[in-house]
Each structure stands twice: as structure tokens, then as C-alpha cells.
């Protein structure tokens, strides 16, 4: 339920609004825009009066709220929300490039990576240190180690840094990183998106390769209810019936997810086709139909890479490719 109140109401009196609400067992979620303020409520509202709330001199509306996410629907919180990572924005209008290889190989590679992808324009650096791989014979990742070359990363370029968490008991290694993503095979491990959501940290949520939207928004739900209201959205290609591409990136979801909820949604072109040359024509797509950023691997060796070379570009590549993204976002804010 929502109950939208009236524009300029004291905060002492919203106060003894939400204070009343919250005698009831119902959690309160504020959202204060620059016109109005809503308030959320979340728990068992069967026994709420809605006509009662509606009736109160400061209250403008109550409305119903049918869907199950409440924390990340954007009748909760109209505006967008802006995920900052240190001085970085993304949402809102903030624009975020997110680039790197998929694995962190060695020191040389993932600080090679990162200069050239700041040189470029990239916000954040990405990097696997923990991979999850089809099949247990491949490179699984440098785990603890590559954390620490990524972290040499970050010192010498200042770009913050993004990396895959699978594992809960994996936790204590990532207290210094700037953004934690949960994959798409892990994106309904619900026990960790509960831990992510009391750690607090930013949480980029890939979307699983056979879920639906609601269930992508179910599992920022779990984080956000934790406590974490700074979850990414990541469109990142579902399974279909595609033979000669990894994934079909599903690019409705883009306006679909920006919709339904508040929170940023970027696109990673890479895996959903699996093919260096695929990323830039669907880099710039998904730009144009609304993303609030990108997600690229890129690898200064791509033939060579432990994982991910053939849908990985070249420093050059992505630099040109930057290019585009931002004259695609001219022609589109027009
Ligand atoms: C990755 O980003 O390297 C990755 C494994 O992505 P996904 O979870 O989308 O497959
Ligand atoms: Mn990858």
C-alpha cells in the first residue's frame, strides 16, 4: 500500500504519521520527492483502514499496491534512484561505463586493462576473481589473489572496482570492494543476496539466464529488505533459441525494468552474444533504448584470455566503441 501525502506537509506531522503506521507492525519506507512524499508500507496490510488513512488532513491518496516487490517498485519511490560508488553515479541520468576483463589473469593484465579503459572513459573497473565456470576442469579464477591485483588495480588508476561474489563464506575478502556482483547463476542464491543486503555495499544484480523480470526484481526485493537500497539492475541475455549467439539480450527489459522500479538498469552486450564483434551494435541499442550503462569486458589480449576471449574487445576497440555510446546518447536526449 502507498499513501501519497499532501505537498508541503510539516515533518513533525508526517513523523506521528509513520510513528502511528508503525504501531501496526507495518514497515514504513519514505521516499520524499520534490513534490510529494510517499510513504511505502510493507508487511501484513489486511488490517489497515485505508479509508481511515485517506480521511487524515495530511494525506492526499491511498493506493494498492498488487505487485509483490515493494522496496524496488517504483510506486514506492517514483524517482530514480542514483547509486553512487564513490565519487562514481549511476541512475538518474548518470551514465556508467563498466569495463574490464573477465578474469583477473595476472597484476600486469588487470592494471593494463584498467589504465586503458580509464584512458577510454570507463567509470569502473570489472574483473573476475571468482568465476563461475561450466565446467569444474576450466580456469576457476585467482580467488584471494586476484581481490588483491584488482585492488592494486584500483590504486593505480583511482576507478573502483566491480567483482563477482558466489559464495557467502567468500564475504570477509570483499569488505574493500567497491561494488559486489551476484552473477546470473547466483541471482536467486537468496542467502546471500540477505547477506548483501545487511553488508550495505553497492550490489550490481545480473539478471539469470532463464528468469523472468519479476523474478529479477523479486531478488533486489531480498536485498532491499534486508536493508540495501543500493542494488544495479543488469540485463545481460536470457536463453532462448539462439544458435549462432551465446544469449538473446532481451532490450525491452530495459524501459520494462525502468517502469516497474526505480533503481538503474545497465546492459552487458559481452555475454548476451558471446562475440567481440556483436557487443558494439547491441552496446549501442541497448544506449539508445534508455540504459543507464554498460558493462563490457575488454582484455589486452583477447586470443590469449583464461576466459571470455572471443566476446572480449580490445582496449582500441572499446575506446572507439566509447565514442559511439556517447554520440548515440546525444542523438537520443534530443
Ligand atoms: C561475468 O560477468 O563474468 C559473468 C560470469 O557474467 P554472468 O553472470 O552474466 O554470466
Ligand atoms: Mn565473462
Not at 30 to 52: F, H, N, P
Not at 99 to 126: D, F, H, N, Y
Request: glycine share 8%; net charge negative; aromatic share 4%.
Amino acid at each position: 500500500m502507498i499513501v501519497v501525502l499532501k505537498p508541503n506537509v510539516a515533518a513533525e506531522k508526517r513523523d506521528q504519521l509513520v510513528e502511528w503506521l508503525k504501531t501496526m507492525g507495518l514497515g514504513v519506507h519514505i521516499s520524499e520527492g520534490v513534490y510529494q512524499t510517499v510513504l511505502g508500507l510493507i508487511g501484513d496490510i489486511s488490517k489497515v483502514d485505508a479509508d481511515l488513512i485517506g480521511s487524515l488532513e495530511i494525506v492526499d491518496s491511498v493506493k494498492r499496491v498488487s505487485e509483490t516487490f515493494k522496496c524496488c517498485n517504483r510506486k514506492f519511490h517514483p524517482e530514480d534512484t542514483v547509486v553512487s560508488v564513490g565519487d562514481v553515479k549511476i541512475g538518474g541520468g548518470n551514465f556508467c561505463l563498466i569495463a574490464g576483463p573477465c578474469s583477473v589473469e595476472t597484476e600486469e593484465q588487470i592494471v593494463s586493462v584498467a589504465k586503458s579503459v580509464k584512458e577510454a572513459g570507463a567509470k569502473m573497473l570489472r574483473g573476475g576473481a571468482f568465476k563461475p565456470r561450466t565446467s569444474p576442469y576450466d580456469f576457476q579464477g585467482l580467488k584471494a589473489t586476484g581481490i588483491e591485483f584488482l585492488k592494486i588495480a584500483r590504486q593505480e588508476t583511482g576507478l573502483p572496482i566491480v567483482t563477482e561474489i558466489m559464495s557467502v563464506s567468500d564475504l570477509p575478502l570483499f569488505e574493500d570492494i567497491d561494488v559486489l556482483q551476484v552473477g546470473a547463476r547466483n541471482m536467486q542464491n537468496f542467502d546471500l543476496l540477505r547477506e548483501l543486503g545487511q553488508m550495505g555495499k553497492p550490489v550490481l544484480l545480473k539478471r539469470g539466464l532463464a528468469n523472468t523480470l519479476k523474478e529479477l526484481l523479486m531478488s533486489a526485493e531480498y536485498i532491499m529488505a534486508s536493508g540495501n537500497e543500493n542494488v544495479i539492475l543488469c540485463e545481460r541475455g536470457i536463453r532462448t533459441y539462439s544458435d549462432y549467439l551465446r544469449n538473446t539480450l532481451d532490450l525491452s527489459a530495459v524501459p520494462m525494468l525502468h517502469e516497474l522500479s526505480h533503481l538503474p538498469v545497465i546492459v552487458d552486450p559481452s555475454h548476451a552474444t558471446g562475440l567481440a564483434r556483436m557487443v558494439p551494435p547491441m552496446a549501442l541499442a541497448a544506449t539508445a533504448c534508455g540504459c543507464d550503462g554498460l558493462i563490457i569486458e575488454v582484455h589486452n589480449d583477447p586470443v590469449h584470455a583464461l576466459c571470455d576471449g572471443a566476446q572480449s574487445l580490445r582496449p582500441e576497440e572499446f575506446a572507439a566503441l566509447v565514442k559511439k555510446v556517447s554520440a548515440v546518447r546525444e542523438a537520443v536526449s534530443c
